[in-house]
């Protein structure tokens, strides 16, 4: 399962996987704050590391072209997208960290979304975890930029967004 390397992927093009189905998909809701929000993050699993595609639609956005919304976006260690009302999505809990390092190395940390009216999109490799690790963590979406200095987490601000990372089934085809 798994093996990216089965299914032809040469090293000089990463981006042919993206033909192939994801390993798993995490389907983004906003919070009750923030209903609006949805899309989708599909994970890759390839010898180099993990592509990581996101798709959102719904964010907040300003039409002032000098604030345009730059969002926080994690892999957190909670398996649940619930929450109280101090926090709608405290149950994803913190960062995924199993190296126990410090914001912004922590395995779960990735580049922030950048919005555009509303709609974002993100393609990107990581190799600080593997498509099997994190199925069943948390995908979040925060409403401020993450700082990738200040220590737990950036001060990337509310939880606004959440999906759980869910295995695809079946392998290639
Ligand atoms: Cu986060
Ligand atoms: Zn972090």
Do not use: W
């Not at 995490?26 to 010898?47: D, E, F, K, W």
């Amino acid at each position: 399962m798994n093996r990216s390397s089965s299914c032809g992927h040469s090293k000089a093009d990463l981006l042919s996987v993206l033909r192939s189905r994801p390993q798993a998909i995490a389907s983004i809701a906003g919070s009750m704050n923030y209903p609006n929000i949805s899309g989708t993050v599909r994970l890759y699993q390839t010898h180099a590391g993990v592509i990581v595609l996101a798709e959102v639609s719904g964010l907040p956005h300003s039409n002032h072209p000098c604030q345009e919304q730059i969002l926080g976006f994690h892999i957190h260690e909670g398996t649940d997208c619930g929450g109280n009302m101090d926090d709608p999505l405290a149950d994803a809990m913190a960062h995924y960290n199993p190296a126990g390092c410090e914001h912004p190395n922590h395995a779960g940390d990735l580049p922030p979304l950048f919005g555009n009216n509303g709609f974002a999109l993100s393609l990107f490799l990581t190799n600080r975890f593997s498509v099997n690790e994190v199925i069943g963590k948390t995908v979040i979406i925060h409403n401020r930029p993450d700082d990738f200095t200040t220590q737990p987490s950036g001060n990337s601000g509310t939880k606004i967004a959440c999906g759980v990372i869910r295995q695809v089934t079946g392998v290639c085809f």
